[in-house]
């Protein structure tokens, strides 16, 4: 003997889900969509492409140390000391691909090689200090949440 098997279907959204018919309550309710009254984002969108460049893990961190000049890659490892050195490998030669850090062989014995912000590094510089402002900001008003909690 088959088992014959009932579907409910339920459009919300624009979007069809279907819920097997049975003991499982109906838990979805159609609500209003409204509309957007942010301003239309251009084709190409220019926060998407500032944050293709600073979306990487440890991105910031490095743009950050080299806003302060040159410096190589063992003094970055000691800036930031949680990273890998694959991890850091990989952001410098995404960074350099992109063209925000230069690469720099510097000839001396042994060679060594010296990373630094382009002028495109140089203008990210300012966003990311925006966001340290606000992350200021942010962990001054949890810690003032927190010790209102504690009284």
Known sequence: MSEITFVYQITLCYRCFKFPRGNRKVLAMALKIRKNRA??????????ECMQLLGGAWTPNVI????GGARRFSELR???PAITAKV????LKDLEAKGVIDRTIVPTTPPTVEYSLTALGSELVPAI?????I???LKQRRMSDD???LT
Do not use: E, Y
């Open 88 to 91: 850091l490998s990989a952001r």
């Open 39 to 48: 301003g239309a984002l251009p084709p190409t969108c220019p926060v998407g």
């Open 135 to 137: 992350g200021h900001k």
């Open 64 to 67: 950050w140390c080299l806003s």
């Open 78 to 80: 000691i800036d930031i």
């Open 147 to 149: 010790t209102a909690q």
């Open 129 to 133: 200090n925006a966001i340290v402002a």
